[in-house]
């Protein structure tokens, strides 16, 4: 055992944020931390490392604890991403018994966040990992811790084995519902058969003769039948009344909406990319770019940090020369800043304002991405990081437009709110184009791919999984393999060089760092 916490009440401004009975990390664990966004899961990792105290309750450390916090300082010389990965290796070199890291892959791209992953299969202690990206818990996790309703739950497998024993829950709960409902239907059923029996035991059958009726003493008769079947009725009731009840799951509406010029796009030619040149001042991103976007495709732009993205998803929404935009094509557009929202006004405000849709499918799908009931009329002033840009995907998604495009709509959004958007844009009839690093994202969204890698954008007419299918080089993946090997090496003798430098050492690095730009040069 490296790490044993028992009685945890954690609080933060005098609300009860967790409860935790006991919690343990043993060596080789390999921990994915889920839940909401503000149920306390960076709080649960800054209290386990001895940064925080409980409000009761110990943690008792049997070996040593790194945490790689979310929020890394800032370096104005370096990217979100280069900050990112300084503190991995960082991290890594220290080699601690137990690593809590706290959103790990923020602002790195897919070949980065790999590099994470295959980084930690040979991590030697136990580590706990806050993430919301799906793909990368699964290919680093054993057990799922959840935060839900101030409780941890504790679930074997990674991220995907962690759904599927949700879902099956779901799907009991289901059974139940309906069992339920079946037997309360009977019972009514019953009951109201025997109710009108009762009632009609009062009434002399017509072929009953007076002489009959003399002799048996119908009165009495009729009285004592009625007593019968009102006490038959009385133990339905009883039985109703006693029935275990089980709530109605709930289930989504499905939506439809009517997009403008929808019929006639669809399969039709809708942007034209011919010859877009990838220049942005002296700096040559892409050389021109060549590729077609049909009404309904779902398409997503993938590649390195730098590499473009942003820059080719602005220039077709500025239709630039080189983008030919058809004339019933008509964009929404979704950005980090969240600019388009009106903080004073409520999230069912913003969501109406410039809609042609009724209320009652813009509630639908506000309820979708978890706004319910009397939550639609909160300011959006009150609202956190994740439920803004909630409110702005809504927006756009009932704008009056048949062309989304978003630029990595999923930062910010706990894994329950990306899932919800998922459905909605796999649902969603229009014409999707997005950037994302979130590979899960990708492969449950987009139908054709462009890539921007080495300088060229490469349309790829398929979805995520074939696209990762296609036919590798063994030369390159074997080229990848040693860059990794190297990296790993010189990170390893950097952290030895920290703590006892020496020529050896000093030798050794430099022999690494020719080793690796000999490789690069190679690629």
Partial sequence: MLLQAKNLIITVEARTLLEIDALEIFEGDRIGLV??????????????????????????????????????????????????????????????????????TTHLDTNHIEW??????????????????????????????EIDQGKLNEYKGNYQQFKAQKEQVLRQHQQEYEKYQTKKQQLERALTLKSEKAERATKKPKNTSASEAKITGAKPYFAKKQKKL?????????????????????????????????????????????????????????????????????LAIIGANGSGKTTLIRKILYGEEGVHLSSACKIAYFKQDLSILDPNRSILENAQDGSIHHETLIR????????????????????SGGERVKVTLAKLFLSNCNTLILDEPTNFLDLEAMEALEKLLTEYEGTVIFVSHDRRFVEKIATKLVTIEEQQVTYFDGNYQQFKNREQTPVKDDHDEQL?????????VLSRLSIEPSEALEKEFQQLLKEKQRLAKKH
């Fill in 35 to 104: 839940g909401k966004n503000g149920t306390g899961k960076t709080t649960l990792l800054h209290t386990l490392a001895g940064k925080l105290t409980p409000e009761h309750g110990i943690v008792t450390h049997y070996g040593t604890v790194d945490l790689l916090p979310q929020l890394k300082a800032a370096d104005g010389y370096k990217s979100g991403g280069e900050i990112t990965q300084n503190y991995i290796q960082r991290a890594f070199s220290n080699q601690s018994s137990i690593l809590l890291a706290d959103e790990p």
């Fill in 116 to 145: 994470v992953e295959n980084t930690l299969k040979h991590w030697q202690g136990a580590y706990v990992i806050v993430s919301h990206d799906r793909a990368f818990l699964d290919a680093t996790c054993t057990k799922i811790w």
């Fill in 230 to 298: 009102q006490q038959t009725a009385k133990a339905i009731e009883t039985r109703l009344e006693k029935l275990e009840k089980a709530e109605k799951p709930f289930e989504e509406t499905p939506i439809k909406m009517d997009l403008p010029n929808q019929e006639k796009l669809a399969g039709k030619v809708l942007i034209r990319v011919e010859n877009l040149n990838g220049k942005v001042g002296n700096q040559l991103l892409w050389k021109q770019a060549n590729f077609l976007i049909k009404g309904g495709n779902k």
């Fill in 364 to 383: 639908t799908v506000l309820a979708r991405l978890h706004f319910y009931r009397d939550q639609v009329h909160k300011k959006v002033a009150v609202l």
């Fill in 484 to 492: 990794l090997i190297i990296e790993t090496k010189i990170t390893d």
